[in-house]
């Protein structure tokens, strides 16, 4: 299994960005996004189940979507009204966890190698 990320860049605050992340091989239930700042831990984006609910970090919520198709084997994040503290470089990730586990890493088995997204002030 690979995921390929893309669609990172340089961009102003209160701007816009579209990130894409194709998987090969199968479908899996859980498809989402993590990010991780210099110096920081990575953390938790945004989540979608293969029934298509979606699970997003309070730091994004409403200002991020994601959103998967499941017969491409794809998951976007659309990021509107960036901020300064969105600068991270950002992982697809895709797996099979439980439910209760989304938010963490562990619910995920298989990562994109990341896309670097700047928002300058």
């Known amino acids: 299994v690979q995921l390929q990320a893309s669609g990172g860049g340089l961009v102003q605050a209160r701007g816009s960005l579209r990130l894409a992340c194709a998987a090969s091989?199968?479908?899996?239930?859980?498809m989402g996004w993590f990010r991780q700042a210099p110096g920081l831990e990575r953390e938790f984006v945004a989540a979608v189940r293969r029934s298509g609910h979606t699970y997003y970090a309070e730091s994004v919520k409403g200002r991020f979507t994601i959103s998967r198709d499941n017969r491409k084997n794809t998951v976007d994040l659309e990021m509107n009204n960036l901020k300064v503290e969105d600068t991270a470089v950002y992982y697809c990730?895709?797996?099979?966890?439980?439910?209760?586990?989304?938010?963490?890493?562990?619910?995920?088995?298989?990562w994109g190698q990341g896309t670097l997204v700047t928002v300058s002030s």
């Open positions: 990730a895709a797996g099979d966890g439980i439910l209760s586990e989304i938010r963490s890493a562990t619910a995920y088995r298989h």
């Open positions: 091989g199968r479908t899996f239930n859980n």
